[in-house]
């Protein structure tokens, strides 16, 4: 398997156990842990900026570059924000399945749109199978037509998933911009984006307890800052039509944040999110598997 894929999942895996353990042993609404937590990842990167002799760089070189740092920003916050809210108002098997439409949005819209990317049969059916999945975890949250708000807040995190990702990927094509410094951006737009949240919560009597601070501590730092640069810095090394691969690689999210969920809390697992989850392991092989023949095909 192409070594960028191998980035790809170390930082799914992050994400997950910040999804399926630590937004549930931390006692604060969404947007405040989402806050808090990305302060401590952009000062821990600009630190590690500091210590690398690359400060500077955190000023953009160029307008250019700048509004590619804007909208990747932005979107992560937006992702992070819809997403965290909808983990507090449903359970992490619907908030995480929910999330993950993402690599059918990139496969089907974001990969070709913004990245000029092919759409493969291969591609479409990998996403659509993993979706097949994901609809059938959500089956008992979908009886009588009835949707509840969290699974339509992590939902539109997907669209905001799904976009920060093509453009963080176009960005990495056309100019030289170090990981720390996209990681950085996207996590100092989350932090001012709810901050306000953070001064609401604590203006009406709101508590962050020690154990809180030290929780929300590791995520910002080890869950988030390490995450999205090893993220960046696959998609410097994913094959030029990997972009949908490595999106269906993220449907293994779901998987281990509820196992992780499952294991720590005890909540649920049945038996559709055990057929779900194979068909969504079996969606991330295939579309492994259809992009190593693609490289081999090229290589001949």
Do not use: C
Not at 174 to 188: H, K, N
Not at 254 to 277: K, R, Y
Request: charged content about 10%.
């Amino acid at each position: 398997m192409n070594r960028g894929y191998w980035f790809v999942l170390a930082a799914v895996t992050m994400w997950a156990i910040g999804g399926g353990y630590f937004s549930q042993v931390i006692d604060v609404p969404g947007t405040v842990l989402v806050a808090i937590a990305s302060g401590f990842g952009a000062a821990a990167l600009a630190a590690m900026l500091v210590v690398r002799g690359k400060f500077r760089e955190l000023w953009p070189a160029s307008a250019v570059i700048a509004g590619y740092l804007l909208v990747i920003a932005l979107g992560q916050a937006l992702n992070n924000g819809t997403f965290f809210i909808g983990l507090k108002a449903t359970s992490v098997a619907n908030a995480q399945l929910a999330h993950n439409l993402q690599p059918v949005l990139m496969a089907v819209l974001f990969a070709p749109l913004f990245l000029k990317e092919r759409i493969t049969k291969a591609g479409v059916l990998a996403a659509l199978m993993g979706f097949g999945g994901l609809a059938l975890i959500l089956q008992p949250s979908l009886a009588g037509g009835v949707v509840d708000a969290g699974i339509l807040w992590a939902a539109l995190s997907a669209v905001f998933f799904a976009l920060y990702l093509a453009v963080a990927r176009k960005l990495k094509q056309r100019e030289m911009v170090d990981d720390m410094v996209i990681a950085f951006w996207q996590l100092l737009i989350s932090l001012l984006v709810f901050l306000p949240a953070v001064s609401g919560y604590l203006r009406d009597g709101g508590i962050i307890a020690a154990n809180d601070w030290i929780n929300l501590a590791i995520v910002g730092i080890v869950l988030w800052a390490a995450s999205l640069t090893i993220l960046f810095r696959a998609f410097d090394r994913i094959p030029k039509d990997g972009t949908t691969t490595a999106s269906v690689l993220m449907y293994l999210e779901p998987v281990i944040a509820i196992g992780i969920a499952w294991a720590a809390f005890g909540q649920p697992v049945t038996s559709l999110i055990i057929v779900g989850g194979v068909l969504i392991l079996g969606a991330a092989v295939a579309s492994v598997l259809d992009a190593n023949r693609r490289e081999r095909v090229k290589s001949v």
